[in-house]
């Protein structure tokens, strides 16, 4: 297991969330999205800029940008 | 008689999860419904009616939680509490669940519980539920709420019976508010700040629930908390502090909420759910693999818009020629039954000219917002602004930005609208500032209108056709004057931090063949409508103005060149009306006929061999040589003062109606319009303009497509015609003040004015300041004079 | 004819008055006052509180 963010979860990996760190709005958005701690998110695709990243979270498709994906902490799940 | 029961039950839920789709089931409305989220941006009242009850519906947008930031959550949470403007406070809830994501789904409903309102909890989507593996006890988790549950699919119609029985018994009975098992301190800095705000209840005038008080304790920032500290100073700003301080023990506030509420559905999740084949891919994965994937995303990106363009073209043009012929057909009728004069002037040039000018455009307008329709339930909008977020943050806006841009090119007023969305002011100022910007659908008879008249039918490397492709381009004229604009407010005056993307993306969906129809039957609809009312009045009026003063002096000084011309040639060639459809009777009509048959068989002929030029020459040939032998068959003793005669009334009748011609347009140039347009002729001709485009530019100051209506109003009085009644397009054809250049500056002009009285008024009401609506008018109409200026200039220096 | 005169006046009047009741209710739109102008640019129908 190893600790690192959202940000840079491989394509296709999966993770659990293990906190989340960013001012106060947006943290308090990605919490209410169901980005809590343990919960588990798996990274679906990377636009093909590069640039937002769609995750699955709670069943459902979460698509953000990279430097908020960068607030949430996580630990990668084998 | 029976009493009648009235309550007033709001909607609510996250973005689209279905709640419009329940509300015009339910009311019988037609609130739009399409597949992303923040579609209703407004909050919408509908009436449903029961055994002895009224129940006043509020449809609201979608919101995620009670924390609101944007300014559509904001509606939604004012309704909810009742202090919407015009609405009543709601003694019932309608919790809208989508049942495929029913976790998140329940962080809102938690919230909206703990009100203790009459609740009753909707489930939709359970189709989409059961199609990946889910099944939800209804039972249990009813119980675990304490609210009714109900599942109904709206779009099929199915349960809403159970649904309204289930709400008329809830409404009956008192609630409890749902408590959640909250930390010890977050609880009592809960009850603390409620006591706090009973008091700055008094001098805020109404009573806060206690929920309220969480939203204030937990939320940074928000209108409530801005309120309460308005009235009650800093003061209470302090105590707020001290009391966050002691409930939140050095966690994070928000933390310890979300936690509590996703902890606790978690819970009841373990008994009221079950999930199988978690693994296998959904339909839409699959789709999104090829829709958002780098090649096969971008390539099927450009083929559906190179379709919707050639479409407008391919598929309009048979229907845009009935409608054309019907009204010339109309304009024939009421022009041979009534006299001449004022009111079948009214009629024909001014009502059926500029009406039916608008009108044939009806066609396109429905093949372009079919495709919007489609594309907005299949839920395609959402993976546009996926895969051009990264583009969009370049230019400093948020994909956010990217939904209400694109819908304004239906119609920019609910582009404007849909800037609610986005929580950051200024980005919202900028999104706001450029919907004008983006091609709406009256834009479409003005490009139409001239690529049709200027722009050859040919196709560009054999397969494009060139048509559909500068419509294409037009399009792209406003986007690509839009990016310089939010860079530089984005720059400077609207400088703002990165507003936070963060969207859901919809499952894709299946479009409803109802729901695409009711779009086009209320689009087509409303598009008749305005052509019936605000484009008829200003038609009457533009009409007026180009008609009047009609003066008795030029009508006797053209009076008199007629009897002069007519005075030179016997009356038996002034008097002579040839019927063709009648059999000739004497040696004149004889000829007339001969003549007429022949340039009717060279048309014919014309039309056969377009392609092919060597053949045509050989039928005229062959068609004069019959025409001569057929001459030479009438020969008869009297056949050379006839011949005469016919050249003579061939003189006569061109000569009589360049007088008529001169007539009008004298009375033209002399009417209210004509003197004002020639006195802003100079400031319009370096567009290439003259100054009859110039007017019918400023009377589309309301409407745009109005340019389209004044420009076949003033060619029809501009004109006495003399055959059937030809279409505007052959008549701009045929008009040699109109050129290439001078259409493509048109063009540009109306790809980038502001000129929509409607848009800008609600431009004022959105930002809620004259400022803005202004700016973008003067900035706009700037823009555009210059940019025409430049195309024409240009085009014109190349020979266009 | 005087007929024809009396039609158009009144044609025309009804057009002006038309267009003013028009320019009133965008203003009222624009203050927030009313939800819609009915420009007929949008299919909502807001049904009647
Ligand atoms: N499969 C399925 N689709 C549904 C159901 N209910 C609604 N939809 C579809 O879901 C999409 C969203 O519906 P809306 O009614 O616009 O949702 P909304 O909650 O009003 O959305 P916002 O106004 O954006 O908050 C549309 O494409 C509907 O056709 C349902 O029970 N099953
Ligand atoms: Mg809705």
Redesign the interface.
Known sequence: MTATTLAKLPVGASARVTD?KAD???????????L??G?SVTL??I??????M?FRV????????R??AAAVAIEVLP | MNRTDRHTVALIGNPNTGKSSLFNALTGARQKIANFPGVTVEAKLGVLKLEHTEIDLIDLPGT??L?A?SPDERVAIDGLLGRAKGMAKPDGVLIVVDA?????NL?LATQVLEFGLPTVLVLTMVDVATE?G?SIDMDKLSAALGAKVVAVNSPKGENLDILKQTLHQTLHHPAKPLELPYPEDFRRGVDTLYQQLCDIGIKLGYTPARPESLRLL????GPFLEECEEVAGPEFTRQLHEIRDKASGGR?L??I???AR?GQIGQWMLQAKR?QNREGRTL??KI??VL???LW??LVFVLVMGLIFQSIYAWAGPLMDIIDSGFGALGDLVGSTLADGMLKSLIVDGIIAGVGGVLIFLPQILILFLFIALLEDIGYMSRAA??M???M?RFGLS?RSFIPLLSSFACNIPGVMGARVI?DRNTRLTTIFLAPFMSCSARLPVYTLFIAVFVPAQKVLGFIPLQGLVLFAMYWVGVLFAIPTALVLKRGILKSK?T??????P?YKMPRARNVLRVLWDRGGSFVKRAGTIILALSIVVWAAAYFPHSDEIEQKYDAQLEALQAKYEPAVVEFEPDFEAEPQNSLEKIAKAHADHEAAIAELEEEHAEDEEALKAAVLEAESALVKALDDLRSADFETASGQYEAWLEYTEAASAIENDRAGDHLENSYLGVMGKAIEPAVRPLGWDWRIGMAAIASFPAREVIVGTLGIIFHLGAEEDEESGTLRETISNDKSFSLATGLSIMVFFALCAQCAATLAVMRRETNSWKWPITSFVYMTSLAYVAALVTYQVAHALGG | MLIEVAITAAVITAAVGFISWRVWQTLRVSKGKQACGGCGACPAKTAKP
């Open positions: 989340v106060p709005v947006l943290e308090q958005r990605l919490l209410e999205m169901g809590i701690p919960a679906i695709r636009a093909p800029l590069g640039d937002p769609e709670m069943g459902y498709s979460l698509s953000l940008r430097n908020e | 995620y939680s924390a930031r495929s994501s029913l976790d998140r962080y990946r889910i937990v939320d940074a920032s994070s928000a933390l909420e979300s936690t996703y999930t839409t994965d999104d693999a958002t994937h780098k995303g971008t996926f895969l977020d990264r583009l943050a994909g929580e990165v936070p993307f963060l969207m859901e993306m499952s």
